[in-house]
């Protein structure tokens, strides 16, 4: 049933963006790490809109923020915040190329990176560094990768 259905792949996807999110990496590359479940929930965002939405999104700020270990409900908001957009202009980012997709996309990314830094200065005293908006730019550059692999995977599973 939760494979006819598509619900089991669709969190099969949202937990391996979440543990691409916690995974190591080598420290030269860690800096570089793309914003995994932005990047997944983008996507699901302007491909299955009726399937996915804000509580959705909120399920995973909320579980994203038990991973990172930030105070609760900063990435909840600022997910929430950019799914907004995502979900409102769904039809119009769907018909964008890969390379207007992607910038989209850095703008989101970049949206929810200042929501968070703002977030985390308000309640916990957190310094501004440049490397912080890194993600921005490998988010970017990996989004059109993203977005094949998921559409295949959509369309493999049936996810609808």
């Known amino acids: 049933m939760w494979i006819k259905s598509g619900l089991f ?6 937990l391996v963006a979440l543990v691409l999110t916690v ?3 080598p420290a030269v590359l860690e800096p570089w790490r793309p914003d995994w ?12 809109p009726h399937r996915v939405g804000f509580a959705t999104v909120l399920v995973m700020g909320l579980l994203t923020d038990i991973l990172m270990g ?6 909840a908001t600022a ?8 979900l409102r202009h769904f039809q119009r980012i769907r018909n964008y190329s890969l ?8 703008v989101l990314v970049l949206v929810k990176r200042i929501i968070v830094y703002e977030l985390e200065h308000l309640l916990n005293d957190a310094t501004f560094n440049l490397p912080y ?7 970017a550059l990996i989004w059109p ?3 094949l692999i998921l559409r295949r995977y959509r369309r493999r599973y049936l996810i609808r």
């Open 9 to 14: 792949p669709l969190l099969l996807s949202y």
């Open 23 to 25: 995974m190591p990496m």
């Open 37 to 48: 479940v932005s990047l997944v929930l983008i996507y699901w965002l302007i491909a299955i």
């Open 70 to 75: 930030s105070t609760f409900g900063i990435y």
């Open 79 to 86: 997910l929430v915040i950019i799914a907004y957009p995502a």
């Open 99 to 106: 390379t207007q997709q992607a910038l989209v996309v850095a």
């Open 133 to 139: 908006l890194y993600p921005v730019l490998s988010s």
């Open 145 to 147: 990768w993203i977005f």
